[in-house]
Structure formats: structure tokens, C-alpha cells
């Protein structure tokens, strides 16, 4: 048989049989920004995985935000499961938000060592556009979403870490921060239950 099968067809990037290398696509951005309709429409484009953890935090922990811990271990899990997928030559879209360039770093790092592409897709929304849409969702689908107030809104603006320009162009991944050896032993300490090896 040729190089050509029945995924040709479709809209993928190429075939899933090791030959084209995966992609990690990063949502980045806040709430209501419009990540999990965009990692929707990415994940048909691309035949990729989106694993997006508000989908298993709200079943799993409710609407506690921090969850005592479970949603970094919730996040760890998917990022072990994103990199088995890569490794297997499928594409992930992480509709995780990612408001750190650390952790945007790590996991550019870590695709690198799954021998797959990275890209940062950033999705900047304006506060009154933001909070309009966080509205909209909640009066259309609230067993989606979690209240949240428009001051905590206001105020997770300035933790967000924008994407530089060197980031979004895909530029090599800066040193780790002072301390950590490698971005993995960074990550496993940012997200318990990570593996990062192979399998
Ligand atoms: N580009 C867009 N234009 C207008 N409304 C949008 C757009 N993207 C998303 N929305 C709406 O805004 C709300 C929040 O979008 P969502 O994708 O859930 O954001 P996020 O996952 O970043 O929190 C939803 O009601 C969605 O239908
Ligand atoms: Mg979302």
C-alpha cells in the first residue's frame, strides 16, 4: 500500500503513522477568552486530543477553585497523558489557560523531548469583552463554568503573563529558572503526579 490511507481524507495535518511529527498546540489566555471554542475547532482541524481539565474539574472537585491540590494533580495527569499522545505521533490541544511563562516554557520544553512541534496560541480579550462572554456562558451553560466575581476577574488580569513575541514565533525555550536544573524536574515540582518519560 502507498503513503496514502483513509486520514488523507480529512482535514489532518498527515497521517497518524509516526511520520509526520505531532503538534502541542498551548491555549493561553483567561477566562472567557475563548479558548475551549477555539481548542474545539483546532482539535477537528488537526485530528489532535483536547484535553481540557475544566471539563473533569467541575464532576471531580465542584466549584473550588484550587481544589485543595487535586487540580494541579488533575493538570499533571493530562500533561503525562499529552505526551504519550505526542509520542504516538497524535496532535494535543492543552486547553489549559497557562497564565506563566514558566509553565508555557516547561511544556514547550517537554513537547521538544516527545519529539513533537509546539505551538503557543494566545487569545488576548479585552475586560469588557471578557466579562460579557463570561456572562453569556454562565446564563447559557453553567454546568460548564465556574461563578466567578468581576473583581477576582479584574484582578487575575495582572497575574496573567502576556506571551512575548519570541514565544509565540516558536524561539528556543530560555534556561529554566535559577535552581532547577532542567524544565522537567521544574515541572515535576509545578505538577504532582507528572511523568515525563518515556511510555
Ligand atoms: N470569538 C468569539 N466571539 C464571541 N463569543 C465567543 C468567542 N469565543 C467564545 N465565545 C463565547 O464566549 C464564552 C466563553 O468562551 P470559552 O471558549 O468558554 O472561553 P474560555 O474557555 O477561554 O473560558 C462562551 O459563551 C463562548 O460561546
Ligand atoms: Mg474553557
Given at each position: 500500500m502507498s503513503g496514502a490511507s483513509?486520514?488523507?481524507?480529512?482535514?489532518?495535518?498527515?497521517?497518524?503513522?509516526?511520520?509526520?511529527?505531532?503538534t502541542l498546540?498551548?491555549?493561553?489566555?483567561?477566562?472567557?477568552?475563548?479558548?475551549?471554542?477555539?481548542?474545539r475547532r483546532l482539535a477537528a482541524a488537526h485530528g489532535a486530543l483536547r484535553l481540557t481539565p475544566d471539563e473533569w474539574h467541575l464532576p471531580?472537585?465542584?466549584?473550588s477553585l484550587r481544589a485543595e491540590g487535586g487540580r494541579d494533580v488533575l493538570e499533571g495527569r493530562m500533561i503525562?497523558?499529552?505526551?504519550?499522545?505526542?509520542?504516538?505521533?497524535?496532535?494535543?490541544v492543552l486547553d489549559f489557560g497557562l497564565w506563566s511563562r514558566d509553565e508555557r516554557s516547561a511544556l514547550r520544553r517537554l513537547a521538544e523531548g516527545a519529539g513533537a512541534r509546539c505551538r503557543v496560541v494566545y487569545l488576548p480579550v479585552a475586560l469588557d469583552v471578557q466579562l460579557a462572554r463570561i456572562?453569556?456562558?454562565?446564563?447559557?451553560?453553567?454546568?460548564?463554568?465556574?461563578p466567578m466575581a468581576e473583581a477576582d476577574v479584574v484582578s487575575w488580569r495582572e497575574r496573567f503573563e502576556e506571551p512575548g513575541a519570541g514565544e509565540l514565533a516558536g524561539e528556543e525555550v530560555p534556561d529554566p529558572p535559577r535552581g532547577w536544573p532542567?524544565?522537567?524536574a521544574w515541572a515535576l515540582d509545578r505538577w504532582p503526579a507528572l511523568e515525563v518519560g518515556e511510555g
Amino acid at each position: 500500500m502507498s503513503g496514502a490511507s483513509a486520514r488523507d481524507d480529512g482535514p489532518h495535518d498527515g497521517p497518524h503513522d509516526g511520520t509526520a511529527p505531532a503538534t502541542l498546540f498551548l491555549l493561553v489566555g483567561l477566562p472567557g477568552a475563548g479558548k475551549t471554542t477555539l481548542a474545539r475547532r483546532l482539535a477537528a482541524a488537526h485530528g489532535a486530543l483536547r484535553l481540557t481539565p475544566d471539563e473533569w474539574h467541575l464532576p471531580l472537585f465542584g466549584s473550588s477553585l484550587r481544589a485543595e491540590g487535586g487540580r494541579d494533580v488533575l493538570e499533571g495527569r493530562m500533561i503525562t497523558l499529552a505526551l504519550q499522545a505526542l509520542r504516538l505521533g497524535t496532535s494535543v490541544v492543552l486547553d489549559f489557560g497557562l497564565w506563566s511563562r514558566d509553565e508555557r516554557s516547561a511544556l514547550r520544553r517537554l513537547a521538544e523531548g516527545a519529539g513533537a512541534r509546539c505551538r503557543v496560541v494566545y487569545l488576548p480579550v479585552a475586560l469588557d469583552v471578557q466579562l460579557a462572554r463570561i456572562a453569556h456562558r454562565r446564563a447559557t451553560a453553567p454546568g460548564e463554568t465556574f461563578p466567578m466575581a468581576e473583581a477576582d476577574v479584574v484582578s487575575w488580569r495582572e497575574r496573567f503573563e502576556e506571551p512575548g513575541a519570541g514565544e509565540l514565533a516558536g524561539e528556543e525555550v530560555p534556561d529554566p529558572p535559577r535552581g532547577w536544573p532542567t524544565w522537567a524536574a521544574w515541572a515535576l515540582d509545578r505538577w504532582p503526579a507528572l511523568e515525563v518519560g518515556e511510555g
